[in-house]
């Protein structure tokens, strides 16, 4: 069965520290997609990234970078010298091939103090 | 419209209610899915469309709760005889077919309160 695990609930860190959002992963499949979305204060989810099964070259844009293991299932996040407008919920999800359905961790609220 | 669109934002309704909840897809996006996010859960899948069946409606979680598409575009999700529990923000999105290549497009979502 598909899911998808954010084991942390909340992180607080002050604004320029660097942060790593977990994501970890379950899925039979060896075709799938990994996301991440972010949801700040407003309430609308906004596409962060999206990564295939057979792509394992770690991506970077801007402050933002991520990691994808296989060998560990797992698909983190890091944002580099944090600001308070990445405040936010940050939701990890995983579709497999085939299907058009993401399956969302439970996220992760991140605050960032000034 | 540019994004997706979703009304009313907000609904308060008395417990054994019916409600409707309308979304309105990015012009040209034929798949659609919504989505149940209940205070500090995950995001909950309910249906999928594709134009207007429904391939996938395994997330919707009893038969009070029903959705349609028309004309390939708006959709609507009714939930009948509502109850405590249904109270969340539920997340309307789109996307091209099957290609998850930007991810879906998300609207702001329905806030439902059922006192």
């Known amino acids: 069965a598909q899911k998808v695990t954010q084991a942390q609930t909340e992180i607080s860190v002050v604004e320029k520290e660097d942060v790593t959002l977990d994501c970890v992963y379950e899925t039979r499949d060896t075709t799938y997609y990994l996301f991440w979305y972010k949801q700040p204060p407003s309430g609308e989810l906004v596409f962060l990234i999206r990564r295939n099964s057979f792509d394992e070259q770690n991506e970077i844009s801007g402050r933002y970078s991520w990691n994808f293991q296989k060998s560990t299932s797992s698909f983190n996040f890091t944002i580099t010298a944090s600001q308070v407008v990445d405040s936010a919920v940050y939701f990890c999800a995983l579709s497999e091939a085939g299907t058009d359905k993401l399956i969302f961790g439970t996220g992760t609220r991140l605050q960032v103090f000034p | 419209g540019a994004g997706v669109s979703q009304s009313p934002s907000n609904k308060v309704t008395e417990k054994g209610k019916d409600v409707e909840l309308r979304c309105d897809p990015i012009?040209?996006?034929?798949?659609l899915y919504w989505y149940r996010q209940s205070l500090g859960q995950g995001l909950e899948f309910l249906i999928y469309?594709?134009?207007?069946?429904?391939?996938?409606k395994s997330g919707l979680p009893s038969d009070r709760f029903s959705a349609e598409r028309t004309g390939g575009s708006v959709s609507t999700l009714t939930i009948q005889r509502t109850q405590q529990e249904d109270s969340a923000v539920y997340l309307c999105?789109?996307?091209?077919?099957?290609?998850?290549?930007?991810?879906?497009?998300f609207g702001s979502g329905t806030r439902l309160t059922v006192v």
């Open positions: 999105a789109s996307s091209f077919p099957s290609s998850l290549v930007g991810g879906y497009t």
């Open positions: 469309f594709q134009g207007n069946s429904a391939p996938d």
């Open positions: 012009s040209g996006h034929t798949a």
